[in-house]
């Protein structure tokens, strides 16, 4: 099955600066890679999602992108503010066309005013 | 705006107990899944299902089992609770089959279950 492996687990930074996580996934024949932001006591929402027949993506101040060849992908938050604070949860299916996702294990993100 | 409903926000249950966990989903979805989430484990899939009565395990199924009578129902029940199934569980839905299958999972509030 598909193995997602997610870093940093915990992240660190200022009000203002730029955040990056980073997921790899194993299984060469994914194509979908989509990201959750989870606050403290409430449920996961996707906030990005990105296909493979594209590199990289935009909204605002978020942006993913994806290296299909080294088998990875990244999540980038600029002008971090305090309400970005969250767990970042990315995830890949198992191969094309698979209904599931396996995620990754979570990355808490604490901006410090 | 797509809405999943978890029936418990809290459930408190013995050891032994046959223990059902309720999702609904408003949107018409072909898909449906229940997770476990533990800290540092991340979000592990227990099992999904692709249409009514339809079922797959997903990578934790031992110990739980699940049911699809209606399309926008899916049970998630531990038959014979123990400890180790405290965690908080999250339902999450999906549209989508065949070769449109990969789309954003909608997720529930959860329901946080403590095994006494």
């Known amino acids: 099955g598909e193995n997602v492996e997610q870093h940093p687990s915990t992240l660190s930074v200022q009000e203002g600066d730029s955040a990056v996580i980073k997921c790899t996934y194993s299984?060469?024949?994914?194509?979908?890679f989509p990201w959750y932001k989870q606050e403290l006591g409430k449920r996961p929402q996707l906030i990005i999602d990105?296909?493979?027949?594209?590199g990289e993506k935009k909204d605002q101040r978020i942006a993913v992108t994806l290296n299909k060849t080294a088998k990875h992908f990244s999540l980038h938050i600029t002008e971090t503010q305090p309400e970005d604070s969250a767990v970042y949860f990315c995830?890949?299916?198992?191969?094309?066309?698979?209904?599931?996702?396996?995620f990754g294990k979570g990355t808490k993100l604490s901006v410090i005013p | 705006d797509v809405k999943v409903t978890q029936s418990s926000r809290y459930l408190v249950k013995r050891t032994g107990e046959k223990v059902f966990l309720e999702c609904v989903q408003d949107?018409?979805?072909?898909?449906m899944f229940w997770y476990r989430q533990d800290p540092g484990l991340g979000l592990r899939l227990i099992y999904f299902?692709?249409?009514?009565?339809?079922?797959e395990k997903g990578d934790i199924p031992e110990g739980y089992s699940v049911s699809r009578e209606k399309k926008e129902r899916f049970s998630l029940i531990l038959e014979s609770a123990s400890t180790n199934q405290t965690s908080m569980y999250l339902c999450?839905?999906?549209?989508?089959?065949?070769?449109?299958?990969?789309?954003?999972?909608?997720f529930g509030d959860g329901t946080r279950l403590s095994i006494l």
């Open positions: 299984d060469s024949a994914s194509n979908y």
């Open positions: 949107m018409d979805h072909e898909n």
């Open positions: 990105i296909r493979s027949n594209v």
């Open positions: 999450a839905s999906s549209y989508g089959t065949g070769e449109y299958s990969n789309q954003p999972q909608h």
């Open positions: 299902s692709y249409d009514v009565k339809m079922k």
């Open positions: 995830a890949a299916p198992p191969g094309a066309g698979s209904y599931q996702l396996t």
